[in-house]
């Protein structure tokens, strides 16, 4: 028999605090070894009987609370509130709860895991979706469509435009989000509704911002381009069961939508900027500069996240600016024609008479 050796496991691993609801893993740090021994060997005088020993009692593990979507400080509201996003017609259909009514099994998914079931959600229960684009038989730049082609083999079925202008569903996938184009949001818009026809529906993603690699090709947060795309969607996920939703919901909506992905919320050491992003304050403290950061102890800060970036939600935003007083806008995009400038004007129309400070607005670096 061969020498063999298992490692111990990691003990409990660090948890988001993000509405989706985890279990605690813990295993017993454990070693078994075994060594051949040679043919010649004699056999050992079997042991003396010992007398075994009361077992030491294991203390029980404390309890933990987990985190529920109703108890997640990064997510307020209902359930409902949850799987709907702002701008698009239709919620989330396949929700947390079960037939039941009490729940189902939650996993443990990273953004793109969560893209990937969503995608096959839709595949099961739309029989004129399809999914199309780079490398999609390969499983994705980003392995989004993994298993996919087994799973569903129905074949490219045409160009997305023109799928869905006779009633398809095309669900697209372009390798990078710097590559796209808008020609798209005029069938829909441009036509007064009377294409696509048939119920047809486009759905575009593409992974968008730096990671730390892919250069200046592909490093890019081009969302602002599109805010100019008359009939256009785009929405951005922060967190699994947003991206979830968003697949699905943008699937069913009449209008062309981009779905954009964060690159770096798609791999699990991500957990670390997932864990910023749930503890707002000193999150947004990290971003501000040295002049504008908040003093100890901070202020009660609310920690707004759009999702939806076309339209944008400026009535929701004026109206939690008009209670706080003081705004601070943060992307990653450069300031000039990013959705920050968009935004800070729209609070300033509806909102500036409540505006205790000028409008902070904390963007990357654009300057020639």
């Given amino acids: 028999m061969r020498p063999q050796q298992l490692i111990p496991s990691i003990g409990r691993r660090c948890r988001p605090r993000l509405p989706i609801v985890l279990s605690p893993q813990r295993r017993n740090n454990s070693y078994t070894v075994s060594v051949d021994e040679p043919s010649d060997a004699r056999p050992a005088d079997p042991p003396a009987p010992r007398a075994r020993s009361a077992p030491t009692p294991v203390p029980d593990e404390p309890t933990v609370e987990e985190p529920s979507l109703g108890k997640s400080d990064i997510l307020l509201g209902t359930e409902e509130q949850a799987l ?40 099961a229960t739309n029989p004129k979706a399809i999914v199309y684009g780079e490398d999609v038989a390969f499983g994705g730049v980003f392995r989004c469509t993994m298993g996919l082609t087994e799973e569903f083999e129905q074949g490219i079925a045409g160009f ?12 697209a996938e372009i390798q990078f989000g710097d590559y796209l184009v808008n020609e798209a949001a005029k069938l829909h818009y441009g036509s007064g509704g009377a294409y696509p026809l048939n119920g047809g529906s486009l759905t575009v993603r593409a992974p968008i911002m730096s990671v730390g690699h892919g250069g200046l090709y592909h490093s890019q947060s081009p969302e602002g381009f599109f805010l100019g795309a008359a009939g256009l969607k785009v929405v951005i996920p922060r967190s699994p069961i947003q991206a979830k939703g968003m697949i699905l919901a943008a699937i069913r909506d009449p209008n062309p939508v981009i779905v954009f992905e964060p690159k770096i919320l798609s791999r699990p050491d991500a957990v670390r900027a997932i864990q910023l992003l749930s503890n707002p304050p ?62 800070a004007g729209e609070i300033g129309r509806r909102a500036f008479e409540y505006l205790e400070a000028p409008i902070g607005l904390h963007a990357g670096a654009f300057d020639f």
């Fill in 282 to 343: 000193p999150s947004l403290a990290a971003l501000l500069p040295a002049k504008l950061r908040p003093p100890n102890p901070a202020p009660s800060i609310q920690l707004i996240d759009l999702r939806t970036i076309n339209p944008l939600p400026a009535a929701a935003v004026s109206e939690a600016v008009k209670k706080t007083g003081r705004v601070v806008i943060v992307h990653e995009a450069g300031k000039q024609g990013g959705v920050g400038n968009d935004l």
């Fill in 160 to 171: 997305g435009i023109g799928y869905a202008s006779v009633g398809g569903c095309a669900i």
């Fill in 84 to 123: 709907a996003t702002p701008g698009l017609t239709f919620a989330d259909g396949h929700g947390l709860r079960g037939p039941t009514g009490k729940g189902r099994q939650t996993r443990r998914m990273n953004l793109y895991q969560a893209i990937r079931d969503a995608l096959g959600t839709a595949l």
